[in-house]
């Protein structure tokens, strides 16, 4: 490892600390808008780190202040993009927990961790999401389930689309991209297959600048509508602003 990455890395885990002494020691007695405002400089800080920087897609729509975002996923970076933009309540893969440090940071930001093929824990937490979206917070999941390589979008998971209509909000597709300096998909910043969490920050760190895309798409209204057909038009949508063929179940 270049002494430069090993320099980095070590600002990284810095800010990591720091981030874990606010959530032990602020976060409790703080409502949710300040906890956002940290979460959000937080979160940018770390993509500073990282050599990340983050912009909005030409022509973006605007965000609404409630509504469920569902998003592709690329990797552990697309949650700290989006929070460093609109700060969420994100769902997550259980495995993300057991992350060293990022997984208990993810957690007092306010992601909930749901276990695959978990029936009790998805009611458990579909009743909590449903709850946060009629509190007027914003609530943002992946919908693929798992990472995919830049360039793919798999099927989305149609399930938790129902808190939305549930909730009676809208659902607001995010396409995230992460592209080098000279506007192709960046080679570093893939988490897919056996790469292991430590392996992508070194490769992130080792590589060359990334360039965060965030395009925020129209909302879709969920009145009336069925979770699957959501699901199929938020797999559209993003899948149009990727330029990517979407894959089929």
């Given at each position: 490892m270049k002494l430069s990455t090993i320099f980095r890395l070590a600002r990284v885990l810095l800010h990591v600390f720091k981030g874990m002494?606010?959530?032990a020691?602020?976060?409790p007695w703080i409502g949710w808008d300040q906890r956002n405002a940290h979460i959000r400089r937080w979160s940018t800080r770390l993509l500073a780190?990282?050599?990340v920087t983050v912009s909005l897609a030409p022509g973006s729509a605007a965000v609404l202040p409630?509504?469920?975002?569902?998003?592709?996923?690329?990797?552990?970076?697309?949650?700290?993009?989006v929070h460093s933009l609109y700060p969420s309540h994100f769902v997550a893969k259980a495995e993300i927990r057991s992350w060293p440090l990022a997984g208990w940071l993810a957690e007092k930001?306010?992601?909930?961790?749901?276990?695959r093929g978990n029936r009790r824990d998805l009611r458990h937490i579909f009743k909590g999401l449903v709850s946060s979206l009629e509190k007027g917070e914003r609530?943002?999941?992946?919908?693929?389930?798992?990472?995919a390589a830049q360039g793919n979008l798999l099927p989305f998971h149609a399930n938790l689309f129902e808190a939305a209509i549930d909730a009676r909000v809208p659902v607001q597709p995010f396409a995230l991209m992460y592209e080098d300096v000279g506007g192709g998909a960046h080679p570093s910043v893939d988490f897919i297959g056996e790469t292991s969490f430590a392996e992508s920050i070194v490769l992130i760190l080792n590589g060359p600048p990334v360039k965060a895309r965030l395009a925020i798409l129209p909302p879709l209204d969920t009145q009336g509508a069925h979770r699957r057909e959501l699901a199929e038009a938020s797999h559209q949508a993003i899948?149009?602003?990727?330029?990517?063929?979407?894959?089929?179940?």
């Open positions: 002494a606010i959530c020691t602020v976060f780190l990282c050599n409630c509504s469920m975002v569902v998003a592709n996923h690329v990797s552990w970076l697309d949650i700290f993009v930001a306010g992601t909930v961790f749901i276990a609530v943002a999941f992946f919908p693929e389930g798992t990472t899948a149009a602003s990727l330029g990517v063929q979407p894959a089929t179940p």
